[in-house]
T-cell receptor, first 118, second 115 residues
Framework: AQKVTQAQTEISVVEKEDVTLDCVYE???????LFWYKQPPSGELVFLIR??????QNEISGRYSWNFQKSTSSFNFTITASQVVDSAVYFC???????????????FGTGTQLKVEL | DSGVTQTPKHLITATGQRVTLRCSPR?????VYWYQQSLDQGLQFLIQ???????AKGNILERFSAQQFPDLHSELNLSSLELGDSALYFC??????????????FGPGTRLTVL
């Protein structure tokens, strides 16, 4: 069975600090997909990034960057120069590529609450 | 704005009652997913429909049912409600069907409170 672990329940930083959110996953499949979603205080779930298991290239998008390492089953997320607007709960999620019959579901971690203070 | 709409935004009802949550997917998306977010269980997958047919089932209670209509909107029916059913219910949609995994875009959610 697939599993996603976000060991950090809550992180508090001061604005402009860099912060890394950890995500460790378990799956038996060789083909899978990893995601990060953001849930701001307003409650909606906002998609941030998707990465497939064949692509271990790290990615940078503005102040966001992602470090995918298959060897350690980790998909960590770093925010550089954090801002108050980054305050939210961040979820890591895993989806297996089901080839026959079934559909496609996301397994979420428990989330990391990030608080960025002035 | 993800393009996925959910109504109502809030719902307050009593134990034993039945409610219907509605979801309209993004234009062009054929798959609809339902998730429940509660304090004790976190975000849990309930069920997926693709083009009107059930595709995958998660930890969905027998008291809950869903369907996807020909216009692709979906409804989640919750009956014999219990206090523990109070949660935020999300709908998501994607283009994907069997064998493909693409991004699921989430609606704003329906917050259900059972008193």
């Amino acid at each position: 069975a697939q599993k996603v672990t976000q060991a950090q329940t809550e992180i508090s930083v001061v604005e402009k600090e860099d912060v890394t959110l950890d995500c460790v996953y378990e799956t038996r499949d060789t083909t899978y997909y990893l995601f990060w979603y953001k849930q701001p205080p307003s409650g909606e779930l906002v998609f941030l990034i998707r990465r497939n298991s064949f692509d271990e290239q790290n990615e940078i998008s503005g102040r966001y960057s992602w470090n995918f390492q298959k060897s350690t089953s980790s998909f960590n997320f770093t925010i550089t120069a954090s801002q108050v607007v980054d305050s939210a709960v961040y979820f890591c999620a895993l989806s297996e590529a089901l080839i026959t019959g079934g559909g496609n579901k996301l397994t979420f971690g428990t989330g990391t609450q990030l608080k960025v203070e002035l | 704005d993800s393009g996925v709409t959910q109504t109502p935004k809030h719902l307050i009802t009593a134990t034993g009652q039945r409610v219907t949550l509605r979801c309209s997917p993004r234009s062009g998306d054929l798959s609809v997913y339902w998730y429940q977010q509660s304090l004790d269980q976190g975000l849990q997958f309930l069920i997926q429909y693709y083009n009107g047919e059930e595709r995958a089932k998660g930890n969905i209670l027998e008291r809950f049912s869903a369907q996807q209509f020909p216009d692709l909107h979906s409804e989640l029916n919750l009956s014999s409600l219990e206090l523990g059913d109070s949660a935020l219910y999300f709908c998501a949609s994607s283009v994907a069907q069997t064998g493909n995994t693409d991004t699921q875009y989430f609606g704003p959610g329906t917050r259900l409170t059972v008193l």
